[in-house]
C-alpha cells in the first residue's frame, strides 16, 4: 500500500474559474489512486495486518480526500459544460466558406492540369535549358525508336515517335538551328514511314548538315535516306565524310543494321543491292 | 564485414525500439512506474544500432564494398570521397537508415533532457509513440529497404556512383541532412501531443515543454528548404530555385502547416484556445512528412502503377494512414477536454490576426497538397497522365502570400484581445512610410508592373513592422531585445520580407538569352556585357569537363561547364554565377564542343535581387536560433505590444489579470 499526500484539490479550483485539463488529468489519477488504494486498504484488513480502529481512521481519511477530489472533478465538469460553441449559423458559413474554397481550388486545378508527357513531372516546371530539353527529348526518341524496332514494321510505335517529334519541336522553337534537334526530328519523322512526313524529314535533315556540317549523325542518318532513295552517290557523299569525322560507335552500328556500307559499295560497283534492313 | 555490422545495428535498434515501445507502454498501462523508466536504455541501445548501421554504411562507401548492393549502385571508385559520403542519402535505403538515425539521435536527446521526468506518464506515451515511429522505419530496413543487401560484383566491378546531379555540387553535405533534421524533428512535438492526448493533459503544459523542439524542427527543415533551393539554382542550370515539383512540394506542406501551428500556439498559451486546432496542426505537420516520403520514395511520382510495384509504398502509405486515423480518433476522443472556454473577442487583436494567418496557411497547404496528388488521383480513377503546371500553384499562391504579407506587418504591432483604430494607425505609422519608401526606390529604379509593386509595398510594410519592434525591444532591454520568441521572431519575418521581395523581382525581371560567341566576342543583356574567351577540356577521375571561360563586365573570369560523367556517360551542366546585391548573371554552357570556328552557346540569364534570397534564409535561421534563446520574462505587461488596448495605467498594471498578461 501506498500513501501520497494529494495537493488540495478545492483549493486550486477555487484559483482559478478556467477549465484546466491538466487539472482533470491529475485529479482522475489521484482519484484512481485513492480507489486502488481503499482496494489495498480492505485486503490488509481481510489479512488482518491492520487493526479495527486504524482500519476506520484510514478508511475514513480515505474517503474524505476521495469526496474532495470527486467535487473538485465535478466542478470542473461545469466549467467544462459552460465552454463556449460558436452559434450555429458562423458554424454553417464555415463550412460553406470551406466546401466553396475546397470546390473552387479543385476546379481550378482541373482547369490547368494538362496532358504529362513523360519527360514532365507530376507537378511544376523547370524553365530547362535546351540542353536539359534535348536530353529529355532523346530519352524519348530512343524509347520509341526501339519501339518501332520491336515492332519490325515502319509506323509501329507511331504514337511515341510522334511525341519525340513534338519535344524536339518544342526545342527548335526556342533553338531553330540546334543541329541535334533538327537531325534527331528529321530521322524520327523518316521512321514513322508517313510519306507525307517525308519532305519535312529532308528539309530537317538537310538543314542539320547545314547549322553543323561536322555532326556526325546528320550525315549517317542522310546516307541512309540516300541509300533507301536508291541515291547511291549521294550517300557514299555523307559516308565519305562521315569518315573525316569522330564517329560515336552507336552510329556505326546503326550504318551496319541498314546495310548501308556494303549496299551502296555493291551498288556503285553495279552489283544487285541488298535489300535495306531496319 | 561491413554487411554484418549493419545488418546487426538495424536489428539492434529494431529490438530496442519494438521493446521499448513495448515495456514502457506496459509499464503505464500496468502503472508500473520502475518499468517506465527502462526508457532510457533502450533510447540507449537504439541509438548505438543506428549510429552502427550508419557508419557501417559509410565505411562501405568509403571502401567502395560492392558487395552491398546499395554500394553497387550508388558508389563508385571514380566518385571523389566527399560525394561517396553524401551517397548514402541518395539512395531509398540510404535515406531510410538517415531517418532511423536521426529519430534514434531525438528519442535519446528526449530521453536524456526530461530525464527528471521518466516517470512522468505523458513523457512515457510521448517516448511510446517515437519508439513506435523508429519501430516503423528500422521495420522498413529489414524488409523492402534494407540498405545492406549483399551483392557478387563481377570481377573489375565498379559501380555507377550517385546520380551525376548529387555529385555536383558540396551543398548536397547540407541540404537532405538538413531537411530531414527538420522532417524526423516533427516526431517530438507530434509525440508529445499524443501523449497529451492519451493521458488526457491536453492543457498547456506539454506545449511549453515542446515549445524549443518545435521550433529546432520548423528551423531546420526551413534551412533544409531554402538550401535545397540553393542547391537547384546552383546545380541545375535552369536559374530558377523553386519549379513547384512533387519532392518540393513534400516538403514545403509540413513547413507551412508548422509555420501555421508554432503561431497558432501562441494562442493557446495566452488565452487557453485552439486546442483542437493546435493538436490538429501538429499531427497533420508529422502526417505530412510521412506523405512527403511516400510521394518522394515510393516510386509513385513517376506513375500512381508504381508504388504498388514495391512494397515500400503500400507500407508507407499504411503508416500514413494510422497517424491520420490514431490522431483523429484519440482527438475525438479527448474532444470534450478539448473544448475552450474562451472566445476571440474581436478580429481586430493578435489572436484574431494569428486565427487569419492559420486559416491561409491551412487553405496554402490545402492548394498545395491538392495539386501534388491531383495527378496521381486523376491517373488512379481514370488512367490518364496529368501534369499541374506552375500556373495553378503561382495563381493559388499570390493572393495567399500577399495577405500573408499583409498580416505579417498587421500582427506584431496588434496587442492582444483587442485594439483601438488609435492605437493601430500610431503603431503602423512607420511600417507604411517604409512601404512608401520601398515603393519609391523600385520606382527610382526603373521597376514596371503591378504585381511586383504589390509584393513591394508588402515587403516594405511588413519588413518595418518586424525592423520596429525589434528597434523598440532592443531600445529597452538592450541586446536581450534580440533574442526570445517574439524577437528572435520578428527576424524571422525580416528574413521572409526579403525572400519575397527577392522572389518578385527575380521572377519579374528576369531576362534571358542564348547567344553563339566566337572567342573574342561579346554579347550584351540588359546591362551586362558577356565575353567569351575561349573553351579547355579539363579531365578528372570522374569526369571530363568542358570549362568556357566567360568575362562579365570585363571584370573577373566565371567558367561554365558541361561535366560528362565517366560512369554514366550522362552529361551535366554547370553553371558559373556572378552574384551581387544588385542582380546575378548566371551563365550556362549549352553546346559541349564548339565547332571548327571555335564557336560556343552560352546562356545568360540576368536576375535582379536572387542574392536576397539566401540572406533572407540566413536571416531566418538567425532568428530561429534567437527565438530559441529564453528571451525576458514577462512579469508585467510593460511591453506595448502585448497590453491591451485598453491598458490601465503603470501603477495599476500589478492588477491585470493573469491571462492577459500572459
Redesign the interface.
Known sequence: MTMTSSPGPTGAVAKSR?????????L??ERDHLARSLGDLEAEYAAGDLAPEDFAALRDDYVVRTAAVLRALEAQRE??G?????PLSRRLALVVGVVV??VG??V???R?????TST?????????????EL?GCLELAGAALRGSADGAAAGAGSDELLQAVKCYSGVLE??PNNPEALTYRGWLLVRTGNTTLQEQAAQDLDAAVTA?P?YPDARAFRAIVFFRLGQFEAAQAELDVLDTLETPPIIGSLLQQFGVREGVAAALAGEATPPATG | MNAALGTAGIVLAFVASLSGMVTVAHGLVRRRRNQATLMVPYAVLGLAGAVLAFAAMERALIQRDFTIRFVAEHGSHKTPLLFEITALWSGLQGSILLWGLVLAGYIAVIVWRFRDRRSD?LLGWAVVTMFAVATFFFGLMLGPANPFVRFSPPLGFDGQGPNPLLQNHPLMAFHPPLLYLGYVGFTVPFAFAIGALV???????WLVATRRWTLFAWGFLTAGIVLGAWWSYEV?????YW????V??ASFLPWLTGTAYLHSVMIQERR?ML?VWNLSLLCATFSLTILGTFLTRSGV?QSVHAFSEGSIGPLLLGFFAVIVLVSVGLIGWRG????????IDSPLSREGAFLLNNVLFA?FA??VL???V???I?EALQD??????????N??SMPIGFVLLFLMAIAPVLPWRKASGELLSQRLLWPAWAAVAVVAVAAAVGARGFVPFIAFALGGFAGGAALRQVVLATRRQGWRGLVGRANGGMIVHLGVVLIAVGMAASSAYLR?S?FSLAPGQSATLGDHTVTYLGLQTVERSEKRSYVAAVQIDGGPIYEPS?NLFRSTGQ?V?EPSVRSSWKDDVYL?L??QLP??DGVA?I?VIVQPLVVWLWIGGALMALGTVLAAFPGRRRRRPTDPVSAPADAPPASDRGRVPA?VAG
Open positions: 478556467r477549465l484546466d485539463p491538466d487539472r482533470v488529468a491529475a482522475e489519477e466549467l467544462r459552460g465552454a463556449t460553441r460558436a474554397f475546397a481550388t479543385g481550378l486545378v482541373a490547368l492540369a494538362g496532358t504529362r514532365e513531372g507530376l507537378t511544376g516546371d523547370v524553365r530547362g535549358s535546351v540542353r536539359q536530353a526556342a533553338a553543323d561536322t | 506518464p493521458t488526457g493533459r491536453v492543457g498547456e503544459g541545375l542550370g535552369w536559374a530558377g519549379a513547384w515539383d512533387p518540393e512540394n487557453g486546442r511520382i470534450d477536454r478539448l473544448r475552450s472556454p474562451g472566445r487553405a490545402f492548394v491538392l495539386g501534388t491531383f495527378p496521381l486523376v490518364r497522365r496529368v501534369s499541374v503546371g506552375p500556373q495553378y500553384f495563381r493559388m534571358d542564348e558541361i552529361s551542366g550556362t549549352e553546346q565547332g571548327d552557346v546562356r491571462e
